[in-house]
C-alpha cells in the first residue's frame, strides 16, 4: 500500500532530530474522541491494506468492549487480556491472518481482568519492542473514549490517526482529544480522518471546522490525513464478518483507505 502514511512516516525520518523514549517510529493509534465513529472497521481494514507490501501487526487494545476479532470472524483462544493475567507468553496471543498480518485480539470483557495498569501496559510495550524488528507498521486499535489507559498508550505513539465523523458530537469529542493530548504534550504527529461522508468534500469541510477551533484555541497543528465515504457494503461487511478490503478492492471507502 502506497499513500500519504508512507510520505508522512518518510518525512518524520528524514526530518527528526530527536525520538521520544520508548516511541516505536513504527507505531501507529487509530483512535477516536467516541463511540460510532468506524474506528475499528478502518483499523482492521487500514492494517489489512498495509499488509499487501509490509509486514503488519495490529493490535487491539480496547479495553471495555473489543470486537476487532468479530471483523475478522476469529474465534481466538488467548488474547492481550491472557497475557496481562500472565496465562499465556506473548508470543502466544500472537494470531497470523496471512502471511504478512499479525493480529492481538482483545476480550470483550470476558476476562476477570477490569482494566489493565499502567505496569502492564508497558511490560506489552516491551514485548512488543522486542518483536519490532519483525514488523514494518504495527497498528493499534485503540478503545473509544478518553481513558487514562488510552492516554498511556498514546503517549508511545509516533503517529496518531484520529478517526471522525461530519456530526458536530464527533467533532466536538475529536477537540477534546486534541485539547488532552495537548495538555499531556503529545501533540506531534496528529493526523484526523473524516469518516462516514455523505457528500463529496464534506470531509473537508468537517476538518477545516476542527481545525479552526484546535488552532484558535489550542494552539495545535493537525493534519488532514483524508475523508471516507459512506456506504452501506461497510455495514454488510460487518454483519457478514468478512472484511471488505479482502472481498471488495473496488468499494470507495476502501479505495479511499488505500489513498490515507
Do not use: W
Amino acid at each position: 500500500m502506497t499513500g500519504q502514511l508512507d510520505r508522512i512516516r518518510e518525512l518524520e525520518k528524514l526530518y527528526s532530530t530527536e525520538e521520544k523514549n520508548n516511541v516505536s517510529e513504527k507505531i501507529v493509534v487509530v483512535t477516536s474522541g467516541k463511540g460510532g465513529t468506524g474506528k475499528t472497521f478502518f483499523a482492521a481494514n487500514f492494517a489489512y491494506e498495509f499488509s499487501k507490501s509490509q509486514k503488519v501487526l495490529l493490535v487491539d487494545v480496547d479495553f471495555n468492549l473489543s470486537n476487532l476479532h468479530l471483523l475478522f470472524n476469529s474465534h481466538p483462544q488467548k488474547t492481550l487480556n491472557t497475557f496481562f493475567e500472565s496465562k499465556a507468553i506473548f508470543t502466544e496471543i500472537i494470531s497470523s491472518y496471512n502471511s504478512n498480518l499479525d493480529i492481538i485480539f482483545g476480550d470483550s470483557g470476558l476476562s476477570s481482568l477490569d482494566k489493565p495498569t499502567f505496569n502492564q501496559i508497558n511490560k506489552m510495550f516491551s514485548e512488543i519492542n522486542n518483536l519490532s524488528t519483525q514488523y514494518d507498521l504495527i497498528v493499534f486499535d485503540l478503545g473509544a473514549g478518553i481513558s487514562d489507559e488510552n492516554l498511556h498508550i498514546l503517549s508511545k505513539a509516533k503517529t496518531k490517526l484520529i478517526i471522525t465523523n461530519p456530526e458536530p458530537t464527533a467533532l466536538m469529542d475529536a477537540y477534546v482529544l486534541i485539547k488532552l493530548l495537548k495538555n499531556n504534550d503529545n501533540t506531534d504527529g496528529i493526523y484526523v480522518v473524516v469518516n462516514r461522508c455523505v457528500e463529496e468534500s464534506e470531509g473537508k469541510q468537517a476538518f477545516q471546522n476542527l481545525n479552526s477551533a484546535v488552532d484558535h484555541f489550542l494552539k495545535v497543528s493537525v493534519n488532514f490525513l483524508n475523508e471516507i465515504p459512506e456506504s452501506n457494503e461497510v455495514r454488510k461487511s460487518i454483519i457478514d464478518q468478512k472484511l471488505l478490503a479482502e472481498n471488495n478492492q473496488t468499494n470507495k471507502v476502501i479505495t479511499s483507505i488505500n489513498h490515507t
